[in-house]
């Protein structure tokens, strides 16, 4: 996959030729490998992602591609090479799921997630309490010089790269319902956010109730920042109308919106909490937090998300839904 730098020079001229051929392949061919509107997977870092391929361009003889990662919100669109993206085929899924599976594997070692299960001491249950305040509070973190991409990629690291993968294509299978069929979630839903998160609390009291307070308080946060983000950010224009319609008065939609617009705040999750305030290792341990309420959405994923969306409304810009 990799270039070789050590030649070898014995076989004479034929070094010319490996070089030559080797800068060939730099170059893409005279037709693009993928057209406009083509689903493919995209390497983003160590894994791949479904994405669509939005726009194409050539430039200085190469290809590059313009891809939208399904499911994701389009802040993370970009512009990548020929060499960053497959097929959407049977076995490059299976390579996908063999990334994922690897890199939560190499996670889970280098985190150590043994020592978890000690007990907590006094002052360490404190700080737990501490963190989940900030992410009530959603305090700025402090900007420094040469520390955003670092941040950036923190708050990254775990959400992103551990995202359950049949939750991926929960987000992808949502998209397109809502945006190229024009369906809708039909609400209110039940169980809703608000059901959801309490359901997941009681789970975690049977595991452990000494650590009862410590999650309460990061759900206490997620649902102050559904109920905030649902309109700004997490819902389809198609939606709009029906938002309108359902959340009127002093109505949270944490009481009327289900898991679906649940699990696109944790598409979001990457992007807010860049801006909490709290050391790194205080946030990789919130991380793991929340990483354990998106495995209980996986858990329950047959009961917790609707299997049939509803087409029986216009959409927002008035069209009748197939």
């Given amino acids: 996959m990799g270039s070789s730098s050590n030649t070898n020079t014995s076989g004479g001229g034929s070094d010319k030729e490996d070089k030559k051929e080797d800068k060939g392949k730099g170059k893409d061919s005279a037709e693009p490998s993928f057209k406009e509107g083509d689903r493919v997977l995209a390497y983003h870092g160590p894994l791949l992602y479904e994405a669509k391929v939005q726009r194409i361009e050539n430039l200085d003889d190469e290809w590059r591609y313009f891809v939208h990662y399904l499911g994701w919100n389009k802040n993370w669109d970009e512009w990548v090479a020929n060499d960053r993206l497959l097929k959407l085929t049977e076995e490059n899924i299976r390579k996908q799921q063999e990334l994922e599976k690897n890199q939560v594997v190499d996670k889970s070692i280098k985190s150590g997630r043994s020592t978890q299960h000690k007990l907590k001491g006094s002052n360490e249950s404190k700080a737990d309490k501490d963190d989940t305040k900030s992410l009530v509070k959603g305090k700025k973190r402090k900007s420094q010089?040469?520390?955003?991409?670092?941040?950036?990629?923190?708050?990254?690291?775990?959400?992103?790269?551990?995202?359950?993968?049949?939750?991926?294509?929960?987000?992808?299978?949502?998209?397109?319902?809502?945006?190229q069929l024009g369906k809708l979630v039909k609400l209110p839903r039940s169980p809703t956010v608000d059901e959801i998160l309490k359901k997941y609390l009681e789970h975690r009291a049977k595991k452990d109730s000494k650590i009862n307070d410590s999650y309460a308080e990061i759900l206490k946060g997620l649902r102050c920042y559904f109920d905030k983000a649902l309109p700004a950010m997490l819902l389809y224009k198609k939606e709009r109308d029906q938002y309108t319609e359902e959340v009127k008065g002093d109505v949270s939609p944490s009481t009327v919106y289900g898991a679906e617009h649940l699990l696109r705040l944790f598409v979001k999750l990457p992007e807010l909490l860049a801006f909490v305030n709290m050391e790194e290792d205080a946030l990789n341990k919130l991380q793991q937090k929340l990483l354990d309420i998106l495995k209980f959405l996986q858990?329950?994923?047959?009961?917790?998300?609707?299997?049939?969306?509803?087409?029986?409304?216009?959409?927002?810009?008035?069209?009748?839904?197939?």
């Fill in 145 to 179: 010089p040469g520390t955003e991409e670092k941040d950036r990629r923190s708050s990254e690291s775990l959400l992103v790269s551990q995202f359950p993968l049949t939750l991926k294509k929960q987000l992808v299978d949502d998209w397109e319902y809502v945006t």
């Fill in 299 to 322: 858990k329950n994923q047959s009961t917790f998300f609707v299997s049939v969306y509803d087409g029986n409304r216009k959409g927002a810009d008035g069209s009748k839904s197939k």
